[in-house]
């Protein structure tokens, strides 16, 4: 079996924004989950975590190390 993700990370990735991560959050939201794009207390929070979500997907993480890779 191949995969296609993590990515080598690159030093930067113009494509890695708050708008990707928005319109992945909008996506669940459409998918009857809820909404985490407006505000409300702890939408910083549940942002951040998606995002982190996200980053982890598309360029992996070093666990051994406990840090990005």
């Given at each position: 079996m191949s995969r296609r993700y993590p990515l080598p990370r690159p030093?930067?990735?113009s494509r890695?924004?708050?708008g990707l991560v928005l319109d992945v959050a909008q996506v669940?939201?459409?998918h009857g989950y809820p909404s985490i794009a407006e505000s409300y207390d702890g939408?910083?929070?549940d942002l951040l975590a998606l995002q982190q979500v996200l980053f982890s997907l598309i360029y992996g993480t070093d666990v051994s190390e406990g840090h990005l890779s």
């Open positions: 030093a930067a990735d890695f924004t708050l669940l939201a459409e939408c910083g929070v």
